[in-house]
């Protein structure tokens, strides 16, 4: 993966990261995550300040509030965040706006994170652990790019009421040309970064035979796409593009969709690498600033346990030291790290195939950690 745009990329000079380890697992594998950012930091003679704050459940066990106003503030003078996992069924009777939740999406509305990009690549070494055949997903290499600060997540009006003597739950699914248009020209930028001699490919997935929304998306997306000659577009409706996931998922390259849609889709694409614990996400901002996190959730279930997955927080990392900090060197040996140690064998529980032992966390970021030394 490289920078977008070479404008996107944060100075030298401006490097201070904030990092949010959440709840459940958050912390355990943030803590890998941060031992290998000290390990490059060392190794690459970066120039980072790293500040830790409260986030999510913790916070507002804490604080009362999920995005307390102390944290938000060193989120907004941060160049990049770094997000372990938040939430817990202890969290479900809070009231709503004050759900770890509401956090996430309060921080990314705030910060104006509108582009979630979240890979779905499969290391060769991990194809047994797909639940797809390996020839299905032998080479996989998605990217799909999510709109994060519309759609049905953000727009009004919402709410729960009294109608007709009935209670009644309502969302409104909005969309804008110009939110539109922003999403859809990353996408076009994304696949050219991606393929720079050529053969890029964009599917853009809507609803269109249903949804006004999905009309005016499919519009603009299609006039975007007369600045890119060089990149070829199609459009498919979301539940074909669902089907399409699991029947024939190299078939695509770049998706881009709406905010809804995208976490349905690339939670699916997840798994067809073997495991969700593989997979880091980035949140970029217009200027490239960026929310890091992996893909996967809180699992509270094996919290404090030793045997979560840290490798989609660690690429995490490397995604961040990439697109935001512009340090290719460091991020490349973070990439490089990984997957010498998936080549070596070494497996948390999750991506275990039968016979195979698995190591904790701690001993997983320590392999990366050797890998990085060797």
């Not at 986030?55 to 944290?71: I, K, N, Q, R, V």
């Not at 049905?152 to 248009?181: A, L, S």
Request: net charge negative.
């Amino acid at each position: 993966m490289i920078p977008l745009h070479s404008d996107q990329v944060m100075s030298a000079a401006t490097r201070k990261i904030v990092v949010l380890p959440g709840d459940g697992i958050g912390p355990e594998i943030i803590a890998e995550g941060r031992r290998v950012l000290d390990a490059v930091v060392d190794s690459h003679g970066l120039d980072l300040t790293v500040e830790e704050h409260v986030f999510g459940g913790a916070a507002y066990d804490a604080h009362g509030s999920p995005l307390p106003e102390m944290t938000l503030d060193a989120c907004r003078a941060a160049d990049a965040l770094l997000l372990g996992a938040i939430g817990g069924p202890q969290y479900d009777k809070a009231p709503r706006e004050l759900r770890p939740e509401r956090g996430l999406l309060g921080l990314r509305s705030e910060l104006g994170l509108f582009a979630n990009l979240r890979p779905a690549m499969l290391y060769p070494e991990l194809s047994a652990a797909s639940s797809l055949k390996p020839d299905l997903v032998a080479g996989l290499d998605i990217m799909i790019l999510r709109e994060l600060t519309g759609g049905i997540y953000f727009g009004g009006p919402r709410g729960i009421e009294v109608r007709n003597g009935v209670r009644t739950g309502f969302n409104t699914m909005v969309y804008d040309e110009n939110e539109i248009q922003r999403i859809a020209v990353r996408g076009f930028e994304l696949c050219r970064a991606r393929h720079p001699d050529g053969g890029a490919r964009l599917c853009s997935v809507d609803k269109a035979n249903v949804l006004e929304v999905s009309e005016l998306w499919r519009e603009v997306v299609t006039a975007v796409a007369t600045d890119y000659p060089d990149v070829e577009l199609s459009h498919m409706y979301v539940d074909n593009a669902a089907m399409q996931l699991v029947r024939a998922p190299k078939q695509f390259d770049v998706i881009v969709t709406g905010n809804l849609f995208g976490d349905l889709l690339s939670d699916a694409a997840a798994m067809l690498t073997g495991s969700i614990g593989m997979l880091p996400s980035a949140s970029l901002d217009k200027a490239g600033k960026g929310l890091y996190e992996p893909v996967h959730g809180s699992a509270p279930d094996i919290a404090g346990q030793g045997i979560a997955n840290p490798l989609a927080t660690i690429l995490s990392v490397a995604m961040m030291l990439r697109y935001t900090l512009g340090e290719t060197g460091a991020a490349d040996a973070i990439e490089a790290a990984v997957s010498q140690v998936i080549s070596a064998g070494v497996r948390t529980a999750d991506i275990t195939t039968p016979g195979e032992s698995s190591v904790s966390t701690h001993d997983m970021g320590q392999a990366v950690l050797d890998a990085l030394n060797s």
